[in-house]
């Protein structure tokens, strides 16, 4: 059995009056995530990693955001796919370990609703998907509320 372990990192700004998603779930906050799709950014850390493992390169090559077919897409499609493209080459998750680095909102609240969703549009049981939630305690973008990011590991096997 082949294993491989991929990295993931995504930042986006924060805007006020943008929507905020994270992890295929809409949060009630002030202040949205600026991006091409819906700026998961969450969701773009664990696609990264995931592709990255499977040395597919990253989100960006497969899901260009200077193409306007992708401009406001729901992120789940984009992680749909990358499990897509994984699993046609015979790779199939044994897990991801995030963590989300933002000052607010409150993230611990939602991780249950996060990881029944991205277990859904991945096919995995929610025991694979690990999610943590830190703060940048005041200190950067990240504490200055200017955007948000998260840092992502993944599992690879093939057969």
């Not at 549009?121 to 990011?149: H, P, Q, W, Y």
């Amino acid at each position: 059995m082949k294993i491989r372990v991929g990295q993931g990192y995504d930042v986006h700004r924060q805007g006020e009056g943008e929507e905020l998603w994270l992890g295929g779930i809409k949060f009630e906050h002030t202040h949205g995530l600026i991006g091409h799709s819906d700026a998961d950014v969450l969701i773009h850390a664990i696609c990264d990693a995931i592709l990255g493992a499977a040395n597919m390169r990253d989100i960006g090559f497969h899901f260009a955001d200077t193409d306007p077919q992708f401009k406001g897409i729901d992120s789940k499609i984009l992680l749909a796919d990358v499990m897509k493209i994984v699993r046609k080459e015979g790779w199939e998750l044994g897990n991801v370990d995030c963590t989300i680095v933002a000052e607010r909102p409150k993230i611990n609240p939602h991780i249950p609703a996060m990881k029944t969703c991205l277990a859904e549009v991945m096919g995995v049981e929610e025991e694979d998907i690990s999610l943590k939630a830190t703060t940048s305690e005041k200190m950067g973008f990240v504490g200055r509320e200017e955007g948000m990011a998260v840092h992502a590991v993944a599992l690879i096997t093939k057969a």
